[in-house]
């Protein structure tokens, strides 16, 4: 059964930090790039971060770069997003994705974890 199980959110006064991790299960982890979305309430779900499965190339929105850094660890079949500077609109419900593109397109979504910054 393939699992993504996000942990980490809560709640937190602007300017200060929060670390998610989203550890993975049932599907081989090193071969699909990860990413962390985002959606707040009455918005579409956006990309926040991404990194590939290699670990070569990390991708950020530009409302989080310099705030934000997305990690891997291949050999605990973790994701991480260290989040620091946090504003109140990066208050959302934060998901956990893993893709892949080749040799077949699939991908795998976490249940969420809320993060609320308060101002």
């Known amino acids: 059964e393939v699992q993504l199980v996000e942990s980490g959110g809560g709640l937190v006064q602007a300017g200060g930090s929060l670390r998610l991790s989203c550890v993975a299960s049932?599907?081989?982890?090193?071969?699909?790039?990860m990413s962390w979305y985002r959606q707040a309430p009455g918005k579409e779900r956006e990309l926040v971060a991404s990194?590939?499965?290699?670990?070569?190339?990390?991708n950020y929105a530009d409302s989080v770069k310099g705030r934000f850094t997305i990690s891997r660890d291949n050999a605990k079949n973790t994701v991480y997003l260290q989040m620091n500077s946090l504003k109140p609109e990066d208050t959302a419900v934060y998901y956990c994705?893993?893709?892949?593109?080749?040799?077949?397109?699939?991908?795998?979504w976490g249940q969420g974890t809320q993060v609320t910054v308060s101002s």
């Open positions: 990194i590939t499965r290699s670990d070569v190339s990390t």
């Open positions: 049932g599907f081989t982890f090193s071969s699909y790039h």
């Open positions: 994705n893993a893709f892949i593109t080749f040799p077949y397109k699939r991908q795998y």
